[in-house]
């Protein structure tokens, strides 16, 4: 039964601590630009950009191969 409490104990500490580091980074202005960071993060080379109502098409920056 104690094994049980110290878990639930747990669970509920980490998901204070992931409230108030979402709290954090809505109120710092972190998740200002979502989309991109998204767009630059899952797959970049593969996903093909689709354009967005709206929103001005910009190419990814994408880093140069080097052969060697």
């Given at each position: 039964?104690?094994?049980?409490?110290?878990?639930?104990?747990?669970?509920?500490?980490?998901?204070?601590?992931?409230?108030?580091m979402?709290?954090?980074?809505?109120?710092?202005?972190?998740?200002?630009?979502?989309?991109?960071?998204?767009?630059?993060?899952?797959?970049?080379?593969?996903?093909?950009?689709?354009?967005?109502?709206?929103?001005?098409?910009?190419?990814?920056?994408?880093?140069?191969?080097?052969?060697?």
């Amino acid at each position: 039964m104690s094994v049980t409490i110290a878990l639930f104990v747990a669970g509920v500490a980490f998901g204070l601590a992931g409230a108030c580091m979402w709290a954090w980074g809505v109120h710092s202005g972190q998740f200002r630009d979502l989309e991109k960071t998204k767009d630059q993060l899952f797959w970049p080379e593969i996903a093909p950009e689709q354009p967005r109502p709206g929103v001005a098409a910009r190419p990814v920056e994408r880093p140069e191969e080097t052969v060697g």
